[in-house]
């Protein structure tokens, strides 16, 4: 499967209530959605609501919304939501193991890590891709390991080929337009984003710039 080169992962203050954002990103030619609720942010957020019953009513709904707009939608963390949803794929964290059958039936399973030991945790032969970073800090998360710049990035890559683990990575964590260009340059296959897309209230000309840029400097796998 040929893998978008762009996810837009949500943001813990996303507004679920008013779906035009997924428009915008539609619109501007982001085609992957990475669906990722975090228990303690909703309970900051919005106290009143329960976590897996509000995960599975956004999820059925942003489905619905994905399938009709012809884009991915993978969830994170919960695979017996993922599977409620129909969605198209999986990303497991570190602390998210699946065991066997479990991993079966969706067409992306991706895999978060920081290094090579920690890629190795995974079911290599079983995922699709590697989201690693962060690239340098971001708010998005309440807890990150030491950011990778650039020079991480290049120093895996090459950890990577010698030890022939072929699955794309996508770059993630506190990327800013700027940052792009010179990300793809170093041979990663696509980028992961939060921060930047929401804080700009989804920019229909951002989007687009994004977009560009990454097709621009992307390099083939």
């Keep these: 499967m040929n893998l978008p080169r762009i996810q837009y992962i949500t943001h813990p203050e996303e507004d679920f209530s008013n779906l035009t954002w997924l428009e915008k990103l539609a ?90 030991g920690e890629m190795k945790k995974h079911s290599i032969d079983k995922l699709n891709y590697f989201g690693v970073g962060p690239f340098r800090e971001t708010k998005t998360k309440k807890k990150i390991k030491s950011v990778l710049g650039v020079r991480g990035y290049v120093q895996l890559l090459s950890e990577m080929k010698e030890e022939n683990i072929s699955q794309p990575i996508f770059a993630i964590g506190g990327i800013e337009e700027n940052d792009i260009a010179e990300i793809m340059k170093i041979g990663v296959y696509g980028i992961a984003l939060s921060g930047l897309i929401h804080k700009n209230n989804f920019d229909n000309q951002l989007i687009k710039n994004i977009v560009q840029k990454v097709n621009d400097h992307a390099r083939s796998i």
């Design 27 to 116: 619109e501007g030619g982001i085609s992957w959605v990475q669906l990722r609720i975090k228990e303690e942010d909703l309970a900051e957020f919005h106290p009143k609501l329960h976590y897996k019953a509000t995960f599975i009513e956004i999820a059925d709904i942003l489905r619905e919304k994905t399938s009709n707009f012809g884009m991915i939608l993978t969830i994170n963390d919960h695979p017996e939501i993922a599977r409620l949803a129909s969605a198209d794929g999986i990303h497991l964290g570190m602390e998210d193991k699946m065991e066997g059958s479990e991993t079966d039936g969706f067409s992306i399973y991706g895999g978060t890590a920081h290094n090579l």
